[in-house]
């Protein structure tokens, strides 16, 4: 017995030795401050609810199409697809939602679904050009719960492989234990999400197509890890990856009913993170939404097959800007 106390001790130093090097480690890395060396040409945009990045492409009087990332990626993630839609003639606009990103971390380190629809809400006011907006994977929960509090501020919505969440309001669900402490979870953070070293793991994780975690796709992934404080704030929104939220609108079946704009949805028949029966699952309340499920791609279908991927979106996104009142009328 005495033993086996000794190994379990001795496990548990060399797991502590791990974690608090890898925190050193990233301490060590976080060097960018904010809005310095800012990427790709971006820029950052002053809202009510701090500063915003973005990236921009396609004409300026073209109809504006918002792109919001999923978890863990930055909006230089759907530059292929900005590329692509701007040749369509859209102004493509994608935005970091913190902690991700080179946006302004929040100063109160509330990531909640509906305070990350607060801050979508007033990058929203801040553009004013009524956009269609575009959201994957865990960036369409605070997106679609934007539009749902102001849809009067998009023309359109279109989900990407949505981590919705719907109906999981009920019965809450408790923060993993080892979650809750504000001193451990950076240590976390540290070993996992904010780890370069599983960063192409941890990509490869959600396709169906593996090879299109290629390394370049990783080193841009690991670029904002370098910023002042991103491990910090990715340990203050790890909870929120693991409990659904409790007070949304996202997640009752009776608002996405009462959507009154066009909706559309894209899905990798393949995916294993948000598995198509949750599109279809959307489908029974909006059965006039645009769908178009992508065969042989998973969770990321902009990465795993980018030509179809960007004809499906643009082929929705040519039907819902026919519709646009400022269309219309002219």
Known sequence: MRVFFGFVFTGLVLVAMVLIGLRLVANNRDTIAFGQELPLG?????????????????????????????????????????????????????????????????????????????????????????????????????????????PDLVSGLVVVNGAIALGRHDPPTETPIYLQSDAVRPFIASATVSNPILTKAFLRSFLHIKSAATDDVTALLQEPMARIGYTAAVADWLPQLLVPPQNALSTRAENWQALQLPVGLIWGVEDTVTPLEQAEELLTLIPDAQYRALSGVGHIPQLEDPQAFQAALIEILQTFSNARPDEADS
């Open 42 to 150: 971006g820029q950052l945009i002053e809202t009510a609810e701090g500063a915003v990045f973005v990236l921009e492409r396609g004409p300026d009087t073209g109809v504006p199409v918002l792109f919001a990332h999923g978890t863990a990626a930055w909006s230089g993630l759907w530059l292929p697809s900005l590329d692509s839609v701007g040749d369509a003639g859209f102004h493509a606009i994608a935005f970091d939602m913190p902690p991700y990103g080179w946006s302004q971390h929040p100063d109160d380190s509330d990531y909640s679904r509906p305070k990350q629809a607060d801050r979508v809400i007033a990058l929203l006011e801040a553009l004013d050009n009524q956009p269609i907006a575009v959201a994957h994977s865990i960036g369409a929960g605070p997106v679609v719960e934007a539009v749902m509090s102001r």
